[in-house]
């Protein structure tokens, strides 16, 4: 009995620590090292298909190369007889999907946080030129302090790469998360980790699912078909401008969407760093105050202008907003880079600042009022209106000295 739980003689498997569809987890020794790890033994019918097999070994060497610190670290990948294992860095906590069956809806705050870092890491992989293809709350573990791991990188796309039926069973394998593309058993792109990003953040932060099905094809149908629900109207306390980002996030087309969780991770970066909009779901309540007039010798004072909720809230003198530029909404041909994946936009360029008509259809917005000119501009204006008479005078002499 001792002998089936030890692997290649190295590795001692001490308890069964989670399982999903395509693998059991087990914590266990590396009697090697002598220090914890986690060994992920996958089920014995994905270890049928020789050429997943090849395929799988080639993905967890490629992800034993990313090094992120959120990304579940991979130290090794072997087999024992029949056994096929991940070897991984043993994280003793919770999956999103407890927190969020046990706490849902998040606060937007903590949502965000867990978002962001989730962008961190899949983003990271995206660089590199992997794509995860079954992000869920399940892959993703919650340790201290909300700091995120996000681990089953490799396995899903290694069988969505195998013949059809095998690619079949991953399409059903995570229904509830998948990306349309996917659901269509088209092969995963990193906007189609981008798309599961979306789906976890919806989840987060209204408790529920975007799409629910009586079956596994009634939800990839969905997903093809039907327009989600706006998070604002199931959660009020979720801003308007944060609903529009999931909106985004959520579309049908993959050019309509962020091409890369490192875009998506900036926006949301951004979108805290702006300001919010109040998502108490009503205004604060504001405590009366006397009234006080003004010196006599004070000019009065202008009405503030009410800023406009992030991501629109404009920049110091004017009120614009940013707008995604052609490079990112697809309208143009995107670059590829060696591995044939959509290019980074460019750091310069990312954003074009353009008059927004929302904000200057507000009741607070104010037009740019044109600056005074000072005393030179107007001295510069009259002599050149003095040159411009003297030219006239010139050519009217030239006439009449040559045709007079």
Same mark, same amino acid.
């Given at each position: 009995?001792?002998?089936e739980?030890l692997?290649?003689?190295?590795?001692?498997?001490?308890?069964q620590?989670g399982? +999903?569809?395509?693998a059991?987890? &087990? @914590?266990?020794?590396?009697?090697?090292?002598?220090?914890?790890?986690?060994? @992920?033994?996958?089920?014995?019918?994905?270890?049928n298909?020789?050429?997943f097999l090849?395929?799988f070994?080639?993905?967890?060497?490629?992800?034993?190369? =990313?090094?992120?610190?959120?990304?579940v670290?991979?130290?090794?990948v072997?087999?024992d007889?029949?056994?096929? &294992?991940?070897?991984?860095?043993?994280?003793?906590?919770q999956?999103?999907?407890? =927190?969020?069956r046990?706490?849902a809806?998040? %606060?937007?705050e903590?949502a965000?946080?867990?978002?962001? #870092?989730i962008c961190? +890491?899949?983003?990271?992989a995206?660089?590199a030129?992997?794509?995860?293809?079954?992000? @869920?709350?399940?892959?993703?573990?919650?340790?201290?302090s909300?700091?995120? @791991?996000v681990t089953d990188?490799? !396995?899903?796309?290694?069988?969505a790469?195998?013949?059809p039926?095998?690619?079949?069973?991953?399409v059903?394998?995570s229904?509830?998360?998948?990306?349309?593309?996917?659901? #269509?058993?088209?092969?995963?792109?990193?906007? /189609?980790?981008v798309? /599961?990003? *979306?789906?976890?953040?919806?989840?987060?932060?209204t408790?529920?699912?975007?799409? !629910? *099905?009586?079956d #596994?094809?009634?939800?990839a149908l969905?997903h093809?078909?039907?327009?989600?629900?706006? !998070?604002s109207?199931?959660?009020?306390?979720?801003?308007?401008s944060?609903?529009? !980002?999931?909106?985004k996030v959520?579309?049908?087309?993959?050019?309509?969407?962020y091409? $890369?969780?490192?875009?998506?991770?900036?926006?949301?970066?951004a979108?805290?760093?702006?300001g919010r909009?109040?998502?108490?779901g009503m205004?604060?309540?504001?405590?009366?105050?006397?009234v006080?007039?003004p010196?006599?010798?004070?000019?009065p004072? %202008?009405?503030?202008i009410?800023?406009?909720?992030a991501?629109?809230?404009?920049?110091?003198? *004017?009120?614009?907003? $940013?707008m995604?530029? %052609?490079y990112?909404q *697809?309208l143009?041909?995107?670059?590829?880079?060696?591995?044939?994946?959509?290019?980074?936009a460019?750091d310069?360029?990312?954003?074009?600042?353009?008059?927004?008509?929302?904000v200057?259809r507000s %009741?607070?917005?104010?037009?740019?009022?044109? #600056?005074?000119?000072?005393?030179?501009t107007? =001295?510069?204006a009259?002599?050149?209106?003095?040159?411009?008479?003297?030219?006239?005078?010139l050519?009217?002499?030239v006439?009449?000295?040559?045709?007079?």
């Amino acid at each position: 009995m001792e002998q089936e739980r030890l692997l290649n003689g190295r590795y001692r498997l001490v308890q069964q620590h989670g399982s +999903g569809g395509m693998a059991v987890i &087990y @914590k266990a020794t590396d009697l090697a090292l002598g220090r914890t790890v986690a060994v @992920k033994i996958l089920r014995p019918s994905l270890t049928n298909d020789q050429s997943f097999l090849v395929r799988f070994r080639q993905e967890a060497r490629n992800v034993a190369n =990313l090094t992120h610190p959120n990304i579940v670290t991979v130290h090794d990948v072997g087999q024992d007889g029949n056994t096929h &294992y991940i070897v991984m860095e043993f994280l003793d906590g919770q999956d999103l999907k407890k =927190l969020i069956r046990s706490n849902a809806p998040l %606060p937007i705050e903590r949502a965000l946080n867990i978002s962001i #870092q989730i962008c961190a +890491g899949v983003g990271y992989a995206h660089r590199a030129g992997l794509v995860h293809a079954d992000v @869920k709350p399940q892959n993703i573990l919650i340790l201290d302090s909300d700091k995120i @791991k996000v681990t089953d990188f490799g !396995i899903a796309q290694a069988l969505a790469a195998t013949n059809p039926p095998e690619r079949q069973k991953i399409v059903w394998g995570s229904p509830h998360y998948f990306s349309p593309e996917q659901a #269509q058993g088209e092969y995963p792109t990193p906007a /189609s980790d981008v798309y /599961s990003i *979306g789906v976890v953040i919806f989840e987060m932060l209204t408790g529920r699912l975007p799409f !629910i *099905g009586a079956d #596994q094809q009634a939800l990839a149908l969905a997903h093809i078909r039907d327009t989600p629900p706006r !998070i604002s109207e199931l959660n009020p306390q979720v801003p308007t401008s944060l609903d529009h !980002i999931i909106q985004k996030v959520l579309a049908k087309e993959p050019a309509a969407r962020y091409r $890369t969780a490192d875009q998506l991770g900036r926006i949301l970066i951004a979108y805290k760093e702006q300001g919010r909009e109040e998502t108490s779901g009503m205004p604060p309540v504001q405590v009366a105050s006397p009234v006080v007039a003004p010196p006599a010798n004070e000019p009065p004072q %202008p009405m503030p202008i009410t800023p406009y909720p992030a991501p629109y809230a404009p920049p110091p003198g *004017g009120a614009y907003t $940013t707008m995604p530029s %052609p490079y990112q909404q *697809g309208l143009s041909q995107f670059p590829t880079d060696a591995n044939g994946w959509p290019a980074p936009a460019p750091d310069s360029g990312y954003y074009q600042a353009i008059p927004a008509p929302e904000v200057m259809r507000s %009741p607070g917005y104010r037009s740019p009022q044109p #600056q005074s000119l000072d005393v030179v501009t107007l =001295l510069l204006a009259f002599v050149a209106l003095i040159a411009m008479t003297g030219v006239v005078i010139l050519w009217i002499f030239v006439w009449e000295a040559y045709f007079g």
